[in-house]
């Protein structure tokens, strides 16, 4: 998977998880990104969905 295929993809998980809205998510495709900015992106929204993931599944845990 490419860099810019993983970013997408990062930036699809971030968007269903309510980070950021579509619009956003489409601006950030279209901007000239470095390998090294859709790397450093990458780290970050990983970091968040694994977050927010887990965030979800310990309230889901503690709720029923």
Partial sequence: MSRKE????L??????????HKKILDVLL?????????DELSQMLEF???E???AIAEFNRTSI
């Fill in 52 to 54: 927010q993931k887990r």
């Fill in 30 to 38: 279209k901007l000239p990104l470095t390998d090294k900015d859709l």
């Fill in 48 to 50: 968040f969905v694994l």
């Fill in 11 to 20: 930036l699809k998980s971030a968007g269903e998880l309510g980070f950021a």
């Fill in 6 to 9: 993983k970013t997408i993809s």
